[in-house]
């Protein structure tokens, strides 16, 4: 079988399932977005998936998506780019510049930094502010106790395009108490979207609502090399 039929059986094949977690939850598959996660992989692969009807990628890396996906974006016109990945105050700039999503929003001064470039660049992706429902010194996203008062800040004082909340949960714990209480926050604050679930959970993702799952594995096979960034 060749790359492209590969990825194309593999994409079928989670669209199903998605479709499937949707009917078991009683919501249509068009609520949820699926995100591609192309991180590490090449153009071709991407291309691929393309091909085969994908248009929503995300990436964790703004120096790996910068060297692939302009080009890619060009040619595409619908494609969409979500950054996933932890981002840096100093990778600001191009990443409002390059990403239609940013959904690691995690601490005031990325905020301030991303509102300021909003203003300049004149262009404001959608965003997701990341918390941290684990609460792992390793990871990124904002820590659940200061979760309300950041979104609140990001909102009503940054005025920032904050839509949806994001989150990782730990991989040796069972992902659903996280997923309801993200689910929980975002009502609270009266947000639609839900980004939570990978390749091992999306299916649960689902079931508390998420809005959109973010597969790499499950699309693309294991990772290659890790690219710059």
Not at 39 to 55: C, F, N, V, W
Not at 74 to 82: D, G, I, M, Q, S
Not at 118 to 146: D, M
Not at 158 to 178: A, Q, S, T, Y
Request: glycine share 6%.
């Amino acid at each position: 079988m060749s790359e492209r039929s590969t990825i194309a059986a593999a994409l079928t094949a989670v669209r199903a399932r998605i479709a499937k977690a949707c009917a078991r939850a009683g919501r249509e598959p068009s609520s949820v977005t699926l995100v591609a996660v192309s991180k590490t992989h090449e153009r071709p692969l991407i291309e691929s998936a393309i091909a085969a009807g994908q248009l929503v990628f995300g990436e964790n890396r703004v120096q790996e998506a910068q060297a692939k996906y302009p080009a890619l974006k060009a040619a595409h016109k619908r494609l969409k780019l979500h950054l996933i990945g932890p981002l840096q105050t100093n990778k600001a700039a191009a990443a409002v510049g390059l990403f239609d999503v940013i959904e690691t929003l995690d601490r005031p001064r990325l905020a301030e930094v991303v509102a300021r470039e909003i203003a300049r660049q004149k262009r404001a992706p959608v965003l997701f502010v990341q918390v941290n429902t684990g609460e792992e010194p390793q990871k990124a996203g904002i820590p659940k106790p200061e979760a309300d008062e950041f979104i609140h800040m990001c909102l009503d004082y940054w005025d920032l395009p904050v839509r949806g909340l994001m989150c990782i949960p730990p991989v040796d714990e069972d992902p659903e108490p996280h997923f309801a209480w993200l689910a929980d926050c975002a009502r609270r604050h009266g947000l639609g979207l839900l980004s939570m679930g990978m390749s091992a959970d999306f299916e649960t993702a689902i079931a508390h609502g998420a809005t959109h799952v973010r597969l790499g594995t499950a699309i693309f096979g294991e990772r290659a090399v890790p690219g710059p960034g």
